[in-house]
T-cell receptor, first 116, second 111 residues
């Protein structure tokens, strides 16, 4: 247990569906991250939030919409996805951004997403 | 090649043997981290080494960093079947929050 939980663990959706991924961290951290992990590709950073403000949007298509209502929760809203969006979506948190000693990231177990 | 690229891509050894994985990167870093991922699960942080450090130990793990060669190695001694996982290095590229991961080394430890 890393202190970061993600729901659902598995999700199958059609291209016209709207769904949301949820991440919650119980570590008192101030920074949260969304990553995409596809087969045979490096982890891709999607979004970074620090103190509920987005500090990074790594050229992610608008069909992915993040939301960070507070420092413990992070959502990824999905709509009109494509089959190539099928991947493992990982959430992570860290103590903060730009703080010495805060570089380590703690990952959730991921949501395995399949877009049909 | 990718920033933080691991070598080899896959490694298969017998229980009790040592496993060595290498990572190369391209730009200046403040620190380099190693993470482990069991199949289909999240990543777990193993160890962090700062740019002014050359070697670090944690239990059965030994990490080295050579900033002149822009490379790092992770040694797992006396491996166990439970060490079977993918291992990733991650570099900060001088960023204060962004980590760049390689594609990983898949380690299989046979009982």
């Amino acid at each position: 247990e890393t202190g970061v939980t993600q729901t659902p663990r598995h999700l199958v959706m059609g291209m016209t569906n709207k769904k949301s991924l949820k991440c919650e961290q119980h570590l008192g951290h101030n920074a949260m991250y969304w990553y995409k992990q596809s087969a045979k590709k490096p982890l891709e950073l999607m979004f970074v939030y620090s103190l509920e403000e987005r500090v990074e949007n790594n050229s992610v298509p608008s069909r992915f919409s993040p939301e960070c209502p507070n420092s413990s929760h992070l959502f990824l809203h999905l709509h009109t996805l494509q089959p190539e969006d099928s991947a493992l979506y990982l959430c992570a948190s860290s103590q903060g951004v730009g703080l010495a000693g805060s570089e380590t990231q703690y990952f959730g177990p991921g949501t395995r997403l399949l877009v049909l | 090649s990718q920033q933080g690229e691991e070598d080899p891509q896959a490694l298969s050894i017998q229980e009790g043997e040592n496993a060595t994985m290498n990572c190369s990167y391209k730009t200046s870093i403040n620190n380099l981290q190693w993470y482990r991922q069991n199949s289909g699960r999240g990543l777990v942080h193993l160890i962090l080494i700062r740019s002014n450090e050359r070697e670090k130990h944690s239990g059965r793990l030994r990490v080295t960093l050579d900033t002149s060669k822009k490379s790092s190695s992770l040694l797992i001694t006396a491996s166990r079947a439970a060490d079977t996982a993918s291992y990733f290095c991650a570099t900060d590229e001088g960023s204060n929050y962004k980590l760049t991961f390689g594609k990983g080394t898949l380690l299989t430890v046979n009982p």
